[in-house]
């Protein structure tokens, strides 16, 4: 047994207690672990922002049960995040739309619209059905962190500053939601993640991609999913001593800590937790295979791209 500041719990009912309580509970969901409060509370919500060290102008993602409760979140919904809910939730997007009354306006960092999303994780779905309230949780991980993927990895930033971490599957997917702004004439994607452009485009011929409109989420203005070590994109494996290697392709000998990887998606699960470990190891270096600019190797790729720029700074 380890021993935490944070309770450790295992029973959505018990989290959900604590949510209508005010408390702060990380929660597992099929892309990162989030860090719920009760987007209806001004207090807890002003909790969040603090035990991540967050910056107040990055707004929160309000999560709930069912895609019919956006009803009750959102000042009106517009059709394109009609048509992206009955496609992909629940799953890993993110509509942004009008917001509703009922949501403190700091969860929305002061803009009038809120970002909703309905999780898949079975975890996830159990503690916002128990708890009945929307949530609002950004990913559990101290500002500027790569998201925590594992139990561990949210111990690890936020013991002591939450009240509970509620245990389950680790995260399917593995990096975050792809968030689509819905409040304007035309949908525009704001942050790749775990639902494709391809697979929007199914749904919304029209919507453009991300870069296309000249804003992005608040979010991804930030220094963000960045590692203490140096972060490289590389096209190929080049072993330096005592660097850490994630990719597809296998290297030759020569690094101290390697992931290959079978497919894109084991990328993506492992990413996070992988430039936690090289951390853990006290590596300086970590190279990363540049993923192809296709279904969720954009997501991941804007993840890598953006870890190397961090490192830059
Ligand atoms: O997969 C996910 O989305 C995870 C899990 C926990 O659900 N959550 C997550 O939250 O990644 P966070 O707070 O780390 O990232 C939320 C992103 C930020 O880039 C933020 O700027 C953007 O969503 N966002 C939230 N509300 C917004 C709004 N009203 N307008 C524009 N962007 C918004
Ligand atoms: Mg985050």
């Known amino acids: 047994m380890i021993s935490t500041r944070t309770r450790i719990l295992t029973d959505p009912v018990e989290a959900a207690g604590l949510l209508r309580e005010g408390k702060l509970v990380a929660f597992p969901t099929e892309t990162v672990y989030g860090l719920g409060a009760d987007a209806t509370n001004p207090l807890a919500v002003e909790r969040v922002y603090r035990a991540k060290g967050r910056p107040g102008d990055n707004p929160l993602i309000v999560h709930l049960a069912g895609a019919e409760q956006i009803e009750e979140v959102a000042a009106e919904v517009p059709e394109a995040a ?12 993110t509509v942004i739309v009008p917001r509703g009354p009922s949501i403190v306006p700091a969860v929305s960092a002061g803009l009038e619209t809120v970002g909703v999303r309905v999780p898949a994780h079975p975890v996830a779905r159990a503690v916002l059905k128990a708890a009945g309230i929307p949530v609002a949780a950004p990913s559990a991980n101290r500002s500027g962190r790569p998201s925590g993927t594992t139990w561990q990895a949210v111990l690890a930033d936020l013991d002591g500053r939450i009240d509970g971490l509620l245990m389950g599957e680790r995260p399917e997917v593995g990096i975050e939601s792809t968030v689509v702004d819905c409040s304007g004439p035309v949908p525009a994607v704001l942050r790749t993640g775990g639902i494709s452009l391809e697979q929007l ?3 919304l011929p029209g ?12 979010g991804t203005r930030h220094p963000h999913y960045a590692p203490t070590a140096r972060v490289t994109v590389v096209d190929a494996p080049r072993p330096r001593d005592g660097a850490a290697y994630i990719g597809l392709q296998q290297p030759e000998p020569g690094y101290v800590i390697t992931e ?15 430039f936690r470990k090289a951390d853990s190891v006290g590596v300086k270096q970590i190279d990363c295979e540049r993923p192809p600019a296709s279904g969720i190797g954009v997501a991941l790729r804007d993840r890598v791209v953006r870890a190397e720029a961090a490192s830059d700074r």
Do not use: Q
């Open 201 to 203: 485009r199914d749904v």
């Open 260 to 274: 290959v990887v079978p497919d894109l998606e084991s990328y993506a699960r492992t990413l996070y937790a992988f």
């Open 207 to 218: 919507i453009m991609a991300r870069g296309e409109r000249l804003d992005a989420s608040p």
């Open 82 to 93: 009609s048509w992206l809910l009955e496609a992909f939730a629940p799953g890993p997007i």
